[in-house]
Nanobody, 116 residues
């Protein structure tokens, strides 16, 4: 059974950077989408950055454009999220998602806290 494991969350000061990574424990065939979502306390889960492998299009939430960058390692089935110029409103649990032929998989979430 495929599991996604996220890493890289933590506490950072406003203006700082973090890099989140997500690795699949098994093989996911025919990946068509890889993305990062987040959920802040009392709010619904929202899309942060989503990458479609066919054509390579990427969609970013307006709130993170110019600050966050999503990337993938094809050989390792990993997806990363580089987060720069972090703001307190970026505080949330971040989840990775990978969709392939056998289904859509989610990570368990990693906490990102931006606070001075």
């Amino acid at each position: 059974q495929v599991q996604l494991v996220e890493s890289g969350g933590g506490l950072v000061q406003p203006g700082g950077s973090l890099r989140l990574s997500c690795a699949a424990s098994g093989s996911i065939f025919s990946i068509y989408v890889m993305g990062w979502y987040r959920q802040a306390p009392g709010k619904q889960r929202e899309s942060v950055a989503v990458m479609f492998t066919s054509g390579g299009s990427i969609n970013y939430a307006d709130s993170v454009k110019g600050r966050f960058t999503i990337s993938r390692d094809n050989a390792k089935n990993t997806v990363s999220l580089q987060m720069n110029s972090l703001k307190p409103e970026d505080t949330a649990v971040y989840y990775c998602q990978i969709g392939g032929r056998s289904g859509v998989y989610w990570g368990q979430g990693t906490q990102v806290t931006v606070s001075s």
